[in-house]
């Protein structure tokens, strides 16, 4: 365990590189441009929504619980002619405090990747190489996988998903890169 402490910098530069190439993936680079299409006369329905007064959350339609009540033949038909999706509706966004709890849940992955190096043996001074190999690995894993669900039950453009994979193999390489870069001599 006292090797896990001394891997603080190691922890925090990562979380902090991953963090920074997370930003520019989405405010500068072009690959995540086209993740989103636009509705059809989105002013329309925004004003629309305005005027039910949809409060921010994420919403099914058309409403399944789940239960029998929905095995309705009028479920059962409004499903298979559809539309059916969700929607997702934002208050306005708090920058900073997104920016913070981005980091945070960055710096948690980067604490159980590198207690993933401890627990496999790492020692003081392991080269760069093994590091890399296996905590890279680790992080595409951590930044790849996990959303992979998520986009295939709700339907997220192709586009959209191999963006988001790439930038997940990015992050893994670069949470190898720093871990083995500043693990502990």
Sequence with gaps: MELLTSCWIAIVATAAAVWFYGAL?????????????QLPDDKKVVDFMRGLGVAPGVYMYPFMDHSSKDQTPEMKEACMNGPMGTLAVWKKPNMGLNMALTFVVNLAASFL?????????FVRGEAFVKVFQVLAT???LTYSVASLPTMIWFQANKRA???????GVVMGLITGAMMGWLWPK
């Design 25 to 37: 993936a989405w405010t500068a680079l072009p690959h995540h441009k086209k993740d989103f299409k």
């Design 113 to 121: 990747i590198a207690y993933v190096g401890v627990a496999a043996g």
């Design 138 to 140: 680790v992080g595409i």
């Design 161 to 167: 998903v191999i963006s988001c994979l790439v930038d």
